[in-house]
């Protein structure tokens, strides 16, 4: 059985006024008597043109459509997307349609209702997720509009008999074919807006969209390295500015490859600017229009513009069977930029990353949408135990807190506590997990004014050895292991300090 839909707020029949006012956020233009409403006011991304944010209730029937119309104010208010409306809109189309054919008022709606209209979806061959999708809309539809025209509605649609998500291992591209993947795209005869977005998804596991939204100024120095910047809407509230992403790329390997890769594009994205429409502007993806004629010779056009998604879905499709893709079973292999996102999660899971790393790298906020579609390979269960024996962690939890404290820690306790490898003593307790720590406790220790107290040199010797211990058993794990060999050069700095102290008064 689906989860059941919750509703962030429900209309209110006084507050008619207020949601007619909240369309001049969503357009410049629009008046809620037109069948179409364009929410420029929420374009995101640098190519999408105006039917992008267009929403359309056409398709409703007139007796249903100012609800509708209602429903799609409240539902923007509450920080949905555009895009999403309109998906919603499209299964209510269907919705209102059947309960128009046979004359049913709203108010009258019952769960009989319900079973005839799951009958009808199975009817009409839809798959799985749409006819799960569209009853979710129905229900988010009742229980938003339950007050609509003072006349109460019941929500007989509140369980969903449709699975919202199915776990698809086609979701998955085979390491089979992601190496042919890899060849093709190594090859400089490619665009390079091609190939740099493919190394994008290929190594950071994001959403198109995402990456498609990258700015010129997205990839900067960093100590040494880059921090790569990435916005993500997801996650943000609904509001129109989205969060960034900041992902470290250390500048070797095939980390310098996709550094060098997102130089090229920045300077071809530079040299095109000035020709692109002023929304387009400063768009990382900018590209030169080309044709690929049929003797495979590509011609140069004066046109350029914005890489969008049905672009690098039909490019997509052009490599592969210009490469000859195939499986393993010799039939001729399409994959989407989504795979590639399904493949890095899943990759780095069954490697041994922490799922807080996975999420903190994909934008996730917590770890369900993780484990319900991205995991393909291994069960949960086999991924948590192959990140235990990887750090030798005991099944369980090896620590007790009471009321986030350990109250009376003895000197066992205190063993037990360090005996695991994600727990690091520091001034002041115990911290329990390392491999998640966002504090920036050791920047003092890399400052050329941190004078260090000799009288502390034990502890410094200790905290050495505990984060050189750290960078050889957390191996399988590059970023925690890069994390401890930067802290253990930072302590093996200070002990040189107060050793070279020492000598000179002496």
């Known amino acids: 059985m689906g989860i059941p839909v919750t509703v962030a707020q429900r209309y209110e029949y006084d507050s008619r006024v207020r949601y ?11 008046r809620f008597e037109a069948d179409t409403w364009i929410c420029n006011g929420r374009t995101r991304y640098p190519y999408a043109g105006n039917h992008a944010v267009s929403i359309y209730f056409s398709k409703i029937p007139q007796v249903y459509r100012e609800l509708v119309k209602y429903y799609a104010i409240l ?28 004359g049913m008022e709203l108010s009258r709606i019952s769960t009989q209702t319900a079973g005839e209209f799951r009958r009808h979806l199975d009817k009409q061959g839809y798959a799985t997720c749409t006819k799960s999708r569209i009853w979710s809309s129905v229900s988010v539809l009742h229980d938003s509009m339950r007050n609509f025209e003072q006349a109460p509605l019941k929500n ?21 074919v992601t190496r042919q993947l890899d060849r093709a795209f190594y090859n400089e005869a490619l665009p390079l807006e091609l190939r740099t977005l493919y190394w994008v998804l290929r190594l950071i596991p994001s959403r198109i969209h995402e990456v498609l939204s990258m700015k010129e100024d997205c990839l900067k120095p960093y100590l040494g390295n880059h921090v790569l910047f990435i916005p993500t809407w997801k996650q943000n509230g609904g509001h129109k500015e989205p969060i960034q992403r900041s992902i470290h790329i250390k500048n070797e390997g095939m980390g310098a490859y996709l550094i060098g890769l997102l130089s090229a594009q920045q300077m071809a994205a530079a040299e095109l600017r000035d020709q692109l429409p002023e929304q387009q502007r ?25 890489l969008s998604w049905n672009v690098v879905s039909h490019r997509l499709r052009e490599i592969c069977e210009y490469f000859d893709i195939r499986d393993e079973s010799g039939s001729r292999y399409i994959f989407t930029s989504h795979q590639l996102r399904h493949n890095g999660i899943t990759a780095r899971l069954a490697a041994g990353f922490t799922i807080e790393q996975v999420a903190e790298m994909t934008g996730h906020h917590g770890s369900t949408m993780l484990w319900n579609s991205y995991a393909h390979l291994e069960q949960q269960d086999a991924i948590i135990a192959r990140q235990r024996e990887i750090i030798h962690e005991p099944a369980g939890n090896p620590y007790v807190l009471f009321g986030g404290r350990i109250l009376n820690m003895d000197d066992s306790m205190e063993k037990r506590l360090l005996g695991n490898l994600r727990a690091h003593r520091v001034r002041g307790g115990i911290c329990c997990d390392v491999t998640n720590c966002k504090s920036d406790m050791w920047n003092c220790l890399d400052c050329a004014s941190f004078v260090p107290d000799a009288e502390q040199f034990v502890f410094y010797e200790e905290q050495l050895a505990a984060w050189k211990s750290k960078a050889a058993r957390f191996a399988a794990f590059p970023l925690i292991r890069q994390t401890a060999q930067k802290n253990a050069e930072l302590f093996r700095i200070i002990i040189e300090k107060i050793n070279a102290g020492d000598k000179k008064d002496g």
Do not use: W
């Open 20 to 30: 007619l006012e909240f369309l001049r956020e969503l357009g410049t233009d629009i």
């Open 75 to 102: 539902r923007m208010r509450n920080g949905i997307t555009v895009r999403t409306v309109k998906t919603e809109l499209s299964g209510l189309s269907t919705y209102t349609a059947f309960i128009e054919e046979r």
């Open 156 to 176: 007989p649609f509140y369980k969903n008999p449709y699975p919202s998500h199915e776990k698809k291992d086609e979701k998955y591209i085979p390491e089979y």
């Open 282 to 306: 400063g768009a990382l993806f900018a590209y030169q229009r080309q044709i690929v004629r049929k003797d495979g010779r590509i011609d140069q056009t004066k046109s350029c513009g914005v």
